[in-house]
């Protein structure tokens, strides 16, 4: 079980490093960070799991965090790779529903959570507020179009290409990309549905072509 520490100084300036935090009013803003508490997690250490009781709004802050869930054959299946500062949650917020993916920690990781309880009795009298939550649902929404139509159109390189384009923009939440992703391959091959050896011999064409450079753990993006 994670455990809670306090937050640390500067936290704020660099939540708003996110397209969604640093757009919402500072009224919201206050409210969050006046409501959370920081967990820490080791590398494998699950911060909830899929079916689990929603437990509130998060952001990582620290590491990363492996989303996905592992089918009847075993199999593991990565939705979503999560790192400083990408907030998530919003989904179970707005429907009341268990959570529908495992979270595991990828390295050592932190995580920001506003309790739901809390939150909730906030929103409650600031109805106005949950307009800022349907905007970060909106946002992950665009994105799994943007999968949908990846999956069903284009080649192997290509669907890679996009994938780390959404890895660097943060699925959106940067303005300006990261040139390096932190990333191994055998995670890029679950979040695809391939194998490791399709998306290493893929890797090798883009970078054959100048579009990656590949170094250990981490893909550049030329």
Known sequence: MPRPDALPPGLRAALASDDWFGACPAELQDALLARSRLHRLSHGESLFARGGQASGLCCVTAGALSIGAVSAEGQPAVLAYLEPYQWFGEISMIDELPRTHDAVADGDTQVLEVPRAGLLAWLETHPTMWRELARLACRKL?????????????????????????????????????????????????????????????????????????????????
């Open 142 to 222: 665009r994105v799994a179009f943007a999968v949908l139509e990846e999956l069903a159109q284009l080649p192997l390189e290509e669907r890679i290409r996009q994938r780390l384009w959404l890895l660097a923009q943060g699925y959106g939440s940067r303005d300006a990309p990261r040139r390096r992703i932190r990333l191994g391959q055998e995670v890029l091959a679950h979040m695809l549905g391939v194998s490791r050896q399709s998306v290493n011999k893929a890797l090798k064409t883009l970078e054959a072509r100048g579009v990656v450079r590949l170094h250990y753990g981490e893909i550049e993006l030329l």
